[in-house]
């Protein structure tokens, strides 16, 4: 999958990306949005770890959002198994720098409708930390709905905190999604 966008393009990870996925990666506030297999701190090996393991998908469900010099963050899908096979978990993170600009709801908008396309899947759900409104936000302008609260559900940096459900099923209609991006 290789997607050229507005903001960013969606490609392959390589070996190359380790410097800048450490750079990035290695921030306070990125890792405390995120389940705690995200280290803390974020060592060029764990780059180096992260993109071969991630290399070895088949098909490949993880990708590097880039600048066209650099990796700046990361989405991906994990899929379900048994029952939950047709389902499938949205993860992302965008380098501090980059937060603000609109980049994460044209990479989620336009990696999700592609996800939809190229796996069979019919749900693509996110669960975030209930104190991440950006991420909601998000998701909100990609056409999911709010799901719902399951409370007391993490810990995270020692804090119990409630996390958000958001799903999209496939070919569930949405406002025009280029219109949302507006
Ligand atoms: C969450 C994250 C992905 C957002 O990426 P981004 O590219 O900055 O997001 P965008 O610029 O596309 O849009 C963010 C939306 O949230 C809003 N927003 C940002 N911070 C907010 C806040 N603190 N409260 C409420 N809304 C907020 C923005 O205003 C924007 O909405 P708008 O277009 O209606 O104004 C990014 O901050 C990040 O990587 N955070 C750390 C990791 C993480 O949270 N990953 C997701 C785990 S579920």
Same mark, same amino acid.
């Given at each position: 999958?290789?997607?050229?966008?507005?903001?960013?393009?969606?490609?392959?990870?390589?070996?190359?990306?380790?410097?800048?996925?450490?750079?990035?990666?290695?921030?306070?506030?990125?890792?405390?949005?995120?389940?705690?297999?995200?280290?803390?701190?974020?060592?060029?090996?764990?780059?180096?770890?992260?993109?071969?393991?991630?290399?070895?998908?088949?098909?490949?469900?993880?990708?590097?959002?880039?600048?066209?010099? /650099?990796?700046?963050?990361?989405?991906?899908?994990?899929?379900?198994?048994?029952?939950?096979?047709?389902?499938?978990?949205?993860?992302?993170?965008?380098?501090?720098?980059?937060?603000? *600009?609109?980049?994460?709801? /044209?990479?989620?908008?336009?990696?999700?409708?592609?996800?939809?396309?190229?796996?069979?899947?019919?749900?693509?759900?996110?669960?975030?930390?209930?104190?991440?409104?950006?991420?909601?936000?998000?998701? /909100?302008?990609?056409?999911?709905?709010?799901?719902?609260?399951? *409370?007391?559900?993490?810990?995270?940096?020692?804090?119990?905190?409630?996390?958000?459900?958001?799903? *999209?099923?496939?070919?569930?209609?949405?406002?025009?999604?280029?219109?949302?991006?507006?």
């Amino acid at each position: 999958m290789k997607l050229e966008l507005k903001t960013c393009v969606i490609r392959p990870f390589n070996e190359a990306d380790a410097e800048s996925v450490q750079h990035y990666a290695d921030n306070r506030k990125v890792w405390m949005c995120l389940r705690d297999f995200f280290p803390h701190p974020y060592s060029l090996e764990d780059a180096k770890a992260f993109i071969k393991l991630v290399s070895q998908e088949n098909p490949l469900k993880t990708f590097a959002i880039a600048t066209p010099t /650099e990796a700046i963050g990361s989405i991906g899908l994990r899929p379900g198994v048994d029952v939950h096979r047709k389902s499938a978990e949205l993860g992302y993170w965008l380098a501090e720098p980059f937060w603000g *600009r609109g980049i994460m709801s /044209e990479a989620v908008t336009a990696f999700v409708a592609t996800a939809f396309d190229r796996f069979d899947l019919i749900r693509i759900y996110a669960e975030l930390f209930a104190n991440n409104r950006a991420s909601a936000r998000v998701l /909100e302008k990609a056409g999911f709905a709010f799901e719902g609260r399951l *409370r007391a559900n993490v810990i995270k940096n020692e804090e119990i905190l409630d996390s958000l459900m958001f799903g *999209r099923i496939r070919n569930e209609v949405v406002l025009d999604e280029v219109d949302r991006l507006k």
